[in-house]
T-cell receptor, first 113, second 111 residues
Framework: EPEVTQTPSHQVTQMGQEVILRCVPI?????FYWYRQILGQKVEFLVS????????KSEIFDDQFSVERPDGSNFTLKIRSTKLEDSAMYFC???????????FGPGTRLTVT | DAKTTQPPSMDCAEGRAANLPCNHS???????VYWYRQIHSQGPQYIIH???NNETNEMASLIITEDRKSSTLILPHATLRDTAVYYC????????????FGAGTRLTVKP
């Protein structure tokens, strides 16, 4: 069964550094998403992406965040200058039916020290 | 978006049906009811969604009341692997692409 994959599974970085989280969505999907979950808290929507542009973003997704689909298979989330409060699990999701069934990856645990 | 209310936790015996309720009394006519679950720290998993008719798939059944103000997710034969946090989400389908997760119900299936 096709699945969403994410790399790395765990990323440790120092405050102020840039990180790129990578995702490979399911191959025939057209809608892509990033969510995050701070430890012990709820899953929070960050951004949705369709037709090579952002379709919706939350208030969390400020100027330090950016997304890209560089090569038709990968979908990346870049955090330009990480802060301690960016420490969280980041989940990528994809869908071929818009907001209906979204398929989530296993997540990347980002630790900012 | 309509707000949902779920009990914070529930227990269920292995092999029995798990019935998870969700109240969404302010739901509007174009809002769907979605159910996802999250097992431990894994990514959320889609279970089922519906508008007004009852729905069934290989994982679960979704019963939506006639007035659409509440729904019940039914896992017909719960197993230990169904222990997870279950999220009921109400969203308009056509102009919003994100899922807004609340606190959900923590279901514990006991042997």
């Amino acid at each position: 069964e096709p699945e969403v994959t994410q790399t790395p599974s765990h990323q440790v970085t120092q405050m102020g550094q840039e990180v790129i989280l990578r995702c490979v969505p399911i191959s025939n999907h057209l809608y892509f998403y990033w969510y995050r979950q701070i430890l012990g808290q709820k899953v929070e929507f960050l951004v949705s992406f369709y037709n090579n542009e952002i379709s919706e973003k939350s208030e969390i997704f400020d100027d330090q965040f950016s997304v890209e689909r560089p090569d038709g298979s990968n979908f990346t989330l870049k955090i330009r200058s990480t802060k301690l409060e960016d420490s969280a699990m980041y989940f990528c999701a994809s869908s071929n039916r818009g907001p209906y069934e979204q398929y989530f990856g296993p997540g990347t645990r980002l630790t900012v020290t | 978006d309509a707000k949902t209310t779920q009990p914070p936790s529930m227990d269920c015996a292995e092999g029995r049906a798990a019935n998870l309720p969700c109240n969404h009394s302010t739901i509007s006519g174009n809002e769907y009811v979605y159910w996802y679950r999250q097992i431990h720290s894994q990514g959320p998993q889609y279970i089922i969604h519906g508008l007004k008719n009852n729905e069934t798939n290989e994982m679960a059944s979704l019963i939506i009341t006639e007035d659409r103000k509440s729904s019940t997710l039914i896992l017909p034969h719960a197993t230990l692997r169904d222990t997870a946090v279950y999220y009921c989400i109400v969203r308009v389908a056509y102009n919003n692409n994100d899922m807004r997760f609340g606190a959900g119900t923590r279901l514990t299936v006991k042997p």
